[in-house]
């Protein structure tokens, strides 16, 4: 969870860093505002957006300047798989 001083964005990233290898919040951030993953950076995409309570995904998409639904639609884009709820 995000805790006072981190923002939704590094905390979505920390998370997408446990399994896979380090996620940056700048590169996640610009994967999901449309750059292509390379290596195992989709894997950590994945574990970021899936793994994370789907109540956050709301706030991710306002710091990035995003509509929930087009953060919704990168995700499916990307992954295949819709925010989690």
């Known amino acids: 969870m995000p805790t006072p001083q981190m923002t939704l964005l590094e905390a979505y990233a920390q998370h997408g ?3 896979y290898g380090e996620l940056t919040p700048a590169r996640f951030g610009s994967i999901l505002l449309g750059e292509t993953p390379v290596g195992n950076e989709r894997a950590r995409v994945r574990q970021a957006l899936m ?5 956050y995904a709301f706030d991710l998409a306002s710091e990035l300047n995003l509509s929930y639904d ?3 639609q990168r995700s499916l ?3 295949g798989e819709e925010l989690p709820q």
């Open 77 to 79: 884009d990307l992954l």
């Open 17 to 19: 860093s446990v399994s």
């Open 51 to 55: 793994e994370m309570p789907g109540k």
């Open 70 to 72: 087009a953060l919704n």
